[in-house]
């Protein structure tokens, strides 16, 4: 059973570039979620899917962040014209819905950081 | 804010049990108790969850107390692949907000040779 895998690992740009992440759920979660982590706090929550649908957004996710999942699939997250307080891990996680308490499993993140 | 309170640090000698505690006096019927953990640079690992009953398996064991305001991680035989964030969150199953875990600062657990 492959994890989560999330591209790129890191990701190194310049203050006003877009960047884009790629998330591959586990095969057959049908629910995916972002989240974002800085340095020294826990992850923050920032948006579900389940399937294609956009179901949940946080306040977090700034009309600079644009996520999707076309298929129901991968799903990718885009910031546009970052920012210095970008930087972070973004974190991808998935589930099941088979049963009201499925665990979340989550990738290794992709590591933002802005010049 | 997150639900849950835990002491911010540990430390446990190896092959010993490693017991975290978590407070969360103001959880609902409905909310389960999720624990994972986090090794630097990696993504949270679930370990283990349970909404009333003990549970157990291969990495843990979770014990919550009777008015379930409470819980206890035991790590039997903690390794030093066990230093890590250990995180306890509740987290409901229906509503609004039920989908996302709200993590707090955990426990850094540190396993000592």
């Known amino acids: 059973d492959t994890g989560v895998s999330q591209d790129p690992r890191h990701k190194i740009t310049k203050r006003g570039q877009n960047v884009t992440f790629r998330c591959d759920p586990i095969s057959e979660h049908n629910r995916l979620y972002w989240y974002r982590q800085t340095l020294g706090q826990g992850p923050e929550f920032l948006t579900y899917f389940q399937n294609e649908a956009q179901l949940e957004k946080s306040r977090l996710l700034s009309d600079r962040f644009s996520a999707e999942r076309p298929k129901g699939s991968f799903s990718t997250l885009e910031i546009q014209r970052t920012e210095q307080g970008d930087s972070a891990m973004y974190l991808c996680?998935?589930?099941?819905?088979?049963?009201?308490?499925?665990?979340?499993?989550f990738g290794d993140g992709t590591r933002l950081s802005i010049l | 804010d997150a639900k849950t309170t835990q002491p911010p640090s540990m430390d446990c000698a190896e092959g010993r049990a490693a017991n975290l505690p978590c407070n969360h006096s103001?959880?609902?019927?409905?909310?389960?108790v999720y624990w994972y953990r986090q090794i630097h640079s990696q993504g949270p690992q679930y370990i283990i969850h349970?909404?009333?009953n003990n549970e157990t398996n291969e990495m843990a064991s979770l014990i919550i107390t009777e008015d379930r305001k409470s819980s206890t991680l035991i790590l039997p035989h903690a390794t030093l692949r066990d230093t890590a964030v250990y995180y306890c969150?509740?987290?409901?199953?229906?509503?609004?907000?039920?989908?996302?875990?709200?993590f707090g600062k955990g426990t850094k657990l540190s396993v000592i040779p």
């Open positions: 996680a998935s589930s099941t819905s088979s049963g009201s308490n499925q665990p979340q499993h």
């Open positions: 969150i509740v987290r409901g199953y229906s509503g609004a907000g039920s989908y996302q875990l709200t």
């Open positions: 349970g909404l009333k």
């Open positions: 103001t959880i609902s019927g409905n909310e389960y």
